[in-house]
């Protein structure tokens, strides 16, 4: 079955310092997608990044930056230089195709950052 | 942002009464999708559509059903609210990229308490 795992529930970091949020996933399917969302105290979800299997290259977007590694599973997103706006939830997902490949995310249950002053 | 509404946003209601939830959504996606977000849960599919009148279950869709007649709508609804049923609700949309895989956009959320 596909699956999502982040092992880390919560993480507590002090403003300036960088800070890993693991993701790692099973699949069976050769083309897939992997995803990252932010859920801040307000509530919303908010997409941050979609890479597909065929793409690994590392991306980075300002302070932000992610490791796909398919060797081992893993699609894990960095924060540098982490400030008290980065305390939120994060998400990472999977996409699923079901029989009528007809596509859904299979989420993992979210990684809580705390960026302390 | 793309333009994804829900309604209410808030509603308290009694057990054993019917409840309906709307997502309403300006951006003529295909897919239109249910979440419940519950403490230690995550995120859970409850419902999808991929057209109109074209719908799936998702991983917990017991004493839920929904109903898409219009692309812009999908309509989540308790038949009879239990207490088990309290908790927020999102409804996402998306496009399905070739090779499947578009992203989902999300509404704000509908925070749902039976009593």
């Known amino acids: 079955a596909q699956k999502v795992t982040q092992a880390q529930t919560e993480i507590s970091v002090v403003e300036k310092e960088d800070v890993t949020l693991d993701c790692v996933y099973e699949?069976?399917?050769?083309?897939?997608?992997l995803f990252w969302y932010k859920q801040p105290p307000s509530g919303e979800l908010v997409f941050l990044i979609r890479?597909?299997?065929?793409d690994e290259q590392n991306e980075i977007s300002g302070r932000y930056s992610w490791n796909f590694q398919k060797s081992t599973s893993s699609f894990n997103f960095t924060i540098t230089a982490s400030q008290v706006v980065d305390s939120a939830v994060y998400f990472c997902?999977?996409?699923?195709?079901?029989?009528?490949?007809?596509?859904?995310?299979?989420w993992g249950l979210g990684t809580s950052l705390a960026v302390n002053p | 942002d793309a333009g994804i509404t829900q309604s209410p946003r808030h509603k308290v209601t009694e057990t054993g009464t019917p409840v309906t939830l709307r997502c309403h959504q300006t951006?003529?996606?295909?897919?239109m999708y249910w979440y419940r977000q519950d403490p230690g849960h995550g995120l859970r599919l409850i419902h999808y559509?991929?057209?109109?009148?074209?719908?799936d279950k998702g991983e917990v869709s017991d004493g839920y059903s929904v109903s898409r007649s219009k692309t812009e709508d999908f309509l989540l609804t308790l038949e009879s609210a239990t207490s088990s049923q309290t908790s927020v609700y999102f409804c996402?949309?998306?496009?399905?990229?070739?090779?499947?895989?578009?992203?989902?956009?999300f509404g704000p959320g509908t925070r749902l308490t039976v009593l």
């Open positions: 559509s991929y057209g109109v009148k074209d719908t």
């Open positions: 997902a999977l996409s699923e195709a079901d029989a009528g490949n007809n596509r859904k995310l299979i």
């Open positions: 890479r597909n299997s065929f």
């Open positions: 996402a949309i998306s496009e399905q990229l070739a090779g499947g895989g578009g992203e989902q956009f």
């Open positions: 699949t069976r399917d050769t083309t897939y997608y």
């Open positions: 951006e003529n996606h295909r897919y």
